[in-house]
């Protein structure tokens, strides 16, 4: 069985008319999650945010904005479509949607221009893309009236791609407990102050929230041999600090490539000799956000082995 | 308007009782080309074989096997599963049906594992991938009946991508001719004695073919800005000189990325600080021929900026 990691990305700043969002009632979530085609496992909230745990990756909501992050086949562009429908276009001061290359885009139920497309009935956007489209890339849609992000609105996304064998091994245990998943992780010593809700799949397969104030963080785990990948994000204001971050997850994961996308927060990388930076893109919104997306690859060493297929879909 | 350059290729080696194929008529290969909706632009033969250039890349035809290179949205399946109905699967001695990473995979007409699939209903064989599914990798599907490579049987592949700029510049101008194209590649210098044809496609595009005896080599050049990717393949018995032609396309189209694949004819390739190798797979089909995929990579040096859309299609 076939499972596509790489999530779609949609993310809905709204006027001031619409706020605050978190008192809209649960059932509306539920409707939203529902038109992409997941649903809604759990949620934890605090003052500042909601944030909901679906059985295809988060919805995370705050007075003013949601960010819905959904993989495998969802249809996320109907949940942005319904969300714009319900609330009206013109409460929206700023909607991205975004979507990163996958393992089999074939596979998808819409190419990502054709949901460009969509979105173009009810905005004014331009359409943009960071890498290579025959290599690691993301594909952004982003609405250009006029707008200025706040200071706090900030985003690091690390996309990790084929974990090391023994990493694999272990996330593809069946009988693994959440207790287990946390400490491979070791989140208590990284993020010591996040409430956290997490899960894991049938038969294996592993999505977190954690939030603090408005901070979030959401980790999403594909163990799966025929699309291996893993997915951090949030907006902690890293900064400084984004090499510890991502040294934690590379040195826990031991992925041979990974991707570091961020709005707002970029920061040098330098991986010497054990990842090489084989794609970078460096840019600005016309709305005022700087955008950095690179791809990091190790240098092949010794040959490997043709994949066999054992089964055909 | 967007133009897959990343071609589909199939070989079907057959036995004696259908040999010589060269001496079908040449109705029978324009309808094995209608299959695949592409059509014959025109045709080249020796006392060994026969060379057709494709409205969509090439078809070769020897006494006892054809080779179909087919781009863009073509069907190649349907061409395979035609020759094989026509002439009878007990009589194909060997088959490889062959498909690598596209820039729009979710534009094609059928997904390669649903190809290999339909290539089993006819055959028993091994279904194996060379790369990774999230970056560059070429899948195939090959018979698994017994049967033993001949010894002038060697494959050389070189798929370039992202030729410079300036490279891309040269190409897509409207108004090139045969003759300032095959100059630009210097073809008469590093294949002085085969013979060519070839074919300027509008607005732009190139392909050819060249034949010497029983060797092949066939260049197909898709210079859109959208997906810009140069092939070159032969047969020709490369070894100790493999670097010499591979560095001459290189050093003429700069690629910032590029595969080498080799069946039979592999060579030790090391492109110091210039080419990384990131992918490199060795590895030995049940029936005797020795595969090796490469991915070279620049390394990244200065960012580049973010490609912005002008049309959605």
């Known amino acids: 069985m076939f499972f596509e990691g790489a999530e779609k990305k949609l993310e809905i700043i709204v006027d001031k008319s619409l706020q605050p969002l978190t008192n809209r009632p649960d059932s509306f979530w539920k409707e939203i999650v529902a038109k ?52 009206g276009a013109d409460h929206v001061d700023c909607l ?11 596979l998808q139920p819409s190419d990502f221009l054709e949901d460009a497309k969509n979105l173009m009935k009810d905005f004014d956007g331009e359409v943009v893309r960071f890498g290579k489209l025959h290599s690691h890339h993301t594909q952004l849609f982003y609405t250009t009236k006029e707008y200025s992000p706040i200071d706090s609105d900030c985003t690091c996304e690390l996309l990790m791609y084929d974990m090391a064998p023994e990493v694999i091994g272990f996330l593809t245990r069946e009988d693994l407990t959440i207790a287990q998943i946390r400490d491979f ?34 980790i999403h785990v594909t163990p799966q041999e025929k699309s291996p990948y893993v997915s951090f994000e949030t907006n902690i204001k890293l900064c400084s600090e984004t090499r510890v971050f991502l040294n934690h997850f590379l040195e826990i994961l031991k992925p041979f490539s990974f991707d570091v996308m961020t709005f707002n927060c970029t920061t040098e990388l330098d991986f010497g000799n054990t990842y090489m930076k084989t794609i970078h893109v460096k840019d600005s919104l016309k709305i005022g956000y700087e955008v950095d997306f690179r791809y990091f690859n190790k240098r092949s060493e010794a040959p490997e082995k043709m994949y066999r297929y054992k089964e055909l879909d």
Chains 1, 2 share one sequence.
């Open 36 to 87: 992409c085609e997941a649903t809604i496992l759990s949620q934890i909230e605090n003052s500042k945010m909601k944030a909901f745990l679906l059985s295809e990756s988060s919805l995370f909501v705050w007075d003013d904005r949601i960010l819905m992050l959904t993989c495998g086949q969802t249809k996320l562009i109907q949940s942005a479509k319904f969300f714009v429908n319900e609330l």
């Open 96 to 106: 991205f949607f975004q979507r990163k290359n996958e393992y089999r885009a074939q």
């Open 185 to 218: 992780f070791q989140l208590g010593k990284i993020f010591p102050d996040f409430e956290l809700d997490d899960f894991v799949f049938k038969p294996y397969g592993y999505s977190l929230n954690g939030i603090r104030g408005e901070d979030y963080l959401t």
